[in-house]
């Protein structure tokens, strides 16, 4: 597990239509090594399922592109900083 992505406060959200596509998800990004970890969807956001990937910016096109490639269902893409303890959240047009 990448630990920046941790506590890093400039992040994609990537999130799906249930818990299959979620874990189809994560698969796709470890067989392509990709860096991401799995969290709970943020209360913020509100979700059909409770898990969310979460990556770098500079990640966002290249995953995308993998989801496409590999018909992972995506919920939404968000676009998350955070400013003094607080989730600042922007949908991004699919």
Not at 38 to 50: F, K, N, Q, Y
Not at 78 to 93: A, F, S
Request: charged share 25%; aromatic share 10%.
């Amino acid at each position: 597990m990448n630990n920046e992505l941790i506590t890093i406060n400039e992040f994609y959200l990537f999130t799906f239509v249930s818990t299959s596509h979620a874990l189809k998800a994560e698969k796709v990004l470890k067989n392509a090594g990709g860096e991401f970890i799995m969290i709970p969807t943020l209360r913020e956001i509100s979700s059909s399922c409770g898990l969310s990937i979460k990556i770098a910016p500079p990640f966002l096109k290249e995953y995308q592109e993998l989801f496409k490639e590999n018909k992972v269902a995506l919920a939404g893409t968000y676009y998350v900083t955070k400013e003094q303890g607080k989730n600042l959240v922007r949908k991004l047009d699919a």
